[in-house]
């Protein structure tokens, strides 16, 4: 039974996936804090720090991918004072014209509390070489 707190950043995390998958900028946006300290890892790609590199990053995939579908599986949610984190098996497929491909990202997303609530201050995915056997099957897409 999740808590009250991990309730909520578990819906901020759906949020950023929902955003993701709709190449909606203005979502993506605001899940994220607009502070100069956010970070952001994208698998292949080098540091990201700072509100208009990690937002460029966004435009980029948007604009250069046609669609993306992400079903998440072991999402574990942690919650430390005003400060949260999810990690989790992203299984991504994506689609550029007639391309298909296929992939497993291990993925950490640390959120914030501010008062409008959970704000995104750093996502770090990596490739996983070699998918893992699942332990726990509950998906959030």
Same mark, same amino acid.
Not at 95 to 101: F, I, K, P, Q, T
């Given at each position: 039974?999740?808590? /009250?707190?991990?309730?909520?950043?578990?819906?901020?995390?759906? %949020?950023?996936?929902?955003?993701?998958?709709?190449? *909606?900028?203005?979502?993506?946006? /605001? !899940?994220?804090? /607009?502070? *100069?300290?956010?970070?952001?890892?994208? @698998?292949?790609?080098?540091? +990201?720090?700072?509100?208009? @590199?990690?937002?460029?990053?966004?435009?980029? !995939?948007?604009?250069?991918?046609?669609?993306?579908?992400?079903? +998440?599986?072991?999402?574990?949610?942690?919650?430390? *004072?005003?400060?949260?984190?999810?990690?989790?098996?992203? %299984?991504?497929?994506?689609? +550029?014209?007639?391309?298909?491909?296929?992939?497993?990202?291990?993925?950490? %997303?640390?959120?914030?509390?501010?008062?409008?609530?959970?704000?995104? !201050?750093?996502?770090?995915?990596?490739?996983?070489?070699?998918?893992?056997? @699942? !332990? *726990?099957?509950?998906?959030?897409?």
């Amino acid at each position: 039974m999740m808590s /009250k707190e991990e309730s909520e950043v578990y819906k901020a995390n759906e %949020n950023f996936y929902e955003a993701f998958e709709s190449f *909606d900028m203005a979502k993506m946006e /605001k !899940i994220w804090h /607009k502070a *100069d300290y956010i970070q952001c890892f994208h @698998p292949g790609w080098g540091m +990201l720090r700072g509100w208009e @590199p990690v937002m460029t990053s966004w435009r980029r !995939i948007f604009e250069n991918t046609d669609e993306m579908r992400f079903l +998440l599986t072991e999402v574990r949610v942690e919650v430390r *004072d005003s400060l949260a984190w999810v990690t989790l098996y992203e %299984n991504l497929t994506n689609r +550029l014209g007639m391309e298909v491909s296929a992939a497993v990202v291990l993925t950490t %997303n640390i959120f914030e509390r501010h008062p409008v609530g959970w704000l995104l !201050i750093h996502h770090h995915g990596s490739p996983v070489a070699q998918p893992p056997t @699942p !332990i *726990d099957p509950s998906t959030v897409h």
